[in-house]
């Protein structure tokens, strides 16, 4: 299994606070990614890194902040929570060399905001 | 843009029924797909991807997938259900170029169920 972690695995905070999960690898894969799943949606992207200090947005990017800092690291932050991010977020890593790799995702953190 | 289409949310087989899962894509540029499987309470896991080389693309746990470029469908198939393939299945298309190299396009996921 690809060495994805995330932090925490559970959470239940208050409409309004800050909130940051964390997504560490130890493969050294250039890229990663944060997706949230809900039902009938699949998961879909909300933000991305291609390398330290490189991010961009996914598609539902509002209400969410990235920052990469290291390889290894990954943060999402809701800067104001609300009740519609209540979500299973996953984080994902890939090498992408050459042509689209495979992408290994961590264990999701189940985030409820009430 | 890119879009995944998976038919059908939920699918119940009998255990030893053939499976089949269906997945379309819209793409501007080539492909690459890919099938994940996801069991209750985890992550995501690769059962198989094309990348060009071959249309028929064999995976893990005896699943396997047929590239279709002019029905644009990459169909999930294995042959013999087993208990053990209950979970949720996603199709995801990937695009690649420039810095959104890799990003991958979810279908909405189908259930899968095995009746004894």
């Known amino acids: 299994d690809a060495g994805i972690t995330q932090s925490p695995r559970h959470k239940v905070t208050e409409t309004g606070t800050p909130v940051t999960l964390r997504c560490h690898q130890t493969e050294n894969h250039r890229y990663m990614y944060w997706y949230r799943q809900d039902p009938g949606h699949g998961l879909r992207l909300i933000h991305y890194?291609?390398?330290?200090?490189?991010?961009d947005k996914g598609e539902v990017s509002d209400g969410y902040s990235v920052s990469r800092s290291k390889t290894e690291d990954f943060l999402l932050t809701l800067e104001s929570a609300t009740s519609s991010q209540t979500s299973v977020y996953f984080c994902a890593i890939s090498k992408n060399t050459g042509t689209p790799d495979e992408q290994y995702f961590g264990p999701g953190t189940r985030l409820t905001v009430t | 843009a890119q879009s995944v289409t998976q038919l059908g949310s939920h699918v119940s087989v009998s255990e030893g029924a053939l499976v089949l899962l269906r997945c379309n894509y819209s793409?501007?540029?080539?492909?690459?797909l890919f099938w994940y499987v996801q069991y209750p309470n985890q992550g995501l896991q690769l059962l198989l991807k094309?990348?060009?080389?071959?249309?028929l693309v064999k995976g893990i746990n005896g699943f396997e997938a047929e590239f279709k470029k002019s029905e644009t469908s990459f169909h999930l198939t294995k042959p013999s259900a087993h208990m053990s393939d209950a979970a949720e299945y996603f199709c995801a298309l990937a695009t690649a170029g420039g810095t959104s190299y890799g990003k991958l396009t979810f279908g909405q996921g189908t259930i899968l169920t095995v009746h004894p």
């Open positions: 094309y990348t060009s080389a071959a249309t």
């Open positions: 890194s291609y390398g330290v200090k490189d991010t």
């Open positions: 793409s501007s540029v080539p492909p690459y």
